[in-house]
């Protein structure tokens, strides 16, 4: 129950304050200042996790064979979105998804990869997936071969950039190289999505 402000309450207040009783209530007033009400702030509720397997179809995934160069097989991922997303400038994506990569290297010891940007005009996650079974080297991290690559562009509201971040730290702990293997065995998109979507 909320207590309601009274003298006694004030006296209380200011004899906390001073480290003395109160001798009266209007004496308490006028000798104190006036302190500002502590503001409650409510804990932050966990976010849930992103579910990678909602996120990802067949359709979304392509196989290639042998060992292409990393970028070959970047942009064979942005066709892919572009595809199924029209309003999408292939152009613009590569020149994105190219700027962030010369950043901070993208590509983890496990052998995953996620070259990723944000992007104004889109609501959600966008993703495309390519599985490389024989593995790809990477320029910037020599003697780590790279058989999974999972692009994702993002809205650049900053209200989505925790769901970025879940995003990134879902993959991360999905895409072990158990499971990378169990992905480089499937011969179908189809079965690549079913092995992630039972995982989700």
């Known amino acids: 129950m909320t207590e309601r402000i009274g003298y006694d309450s004030i006296k209380r207040v200011a004899a906390a304050h001073t480290g003395s009783p109160a001798r009266s209530a209007q004496t308490s007033v006028d000798m104190q200042p006036k302190q500002a009400t502590p503001t409650k702030t409510m804990p932050k509720m966990p976010q849930p996790a992103v579910s990678v397997g909602t996120l990802v179809s067949p359709s979304r995934i392509i196989i290639i064979k042998g060992t292409p160069e ?63 079974p024989e593995g790809m080297e990477d320029k910037a991290s020599p003697g780590l071969k790279i058989r999974v690559m999972f692009l994702f562009l993002s809205p650049s509201n900053p209200q989505f ?25 499937c011969s179908t998109p189809e079965q690549a999505a079913a092995e992630i979507t039972a995982r989700k």
Request: proline share 5%; net charge negative.
């Open 161 to 185: 950039f925790q769901k970025h971040l879940q995003l990134l730290s879902s993959l991360s702990a999905l895409f072990q190289p158990a499971f990378i293997d169990t992905l480089a065995a």
């Open 70 to 132: 990393k970028d070959e097989a970047m942009q064979s991922l942005v066709r892919v979105l572009c595809a199924a997303n029209p309003e999408l400038k292939p152009a613009e994506i590569t020149e994105r998804v190219r700027a962030r990569e010369q950043g901070i290297s993208t590509t983890l010891d496990t052998g995953l990869s996620i070259p990723h940007c944000r992007l104004e005009g889109i609501n959600n996650f966008l993703v495309a997936m390519a599985i490389i």
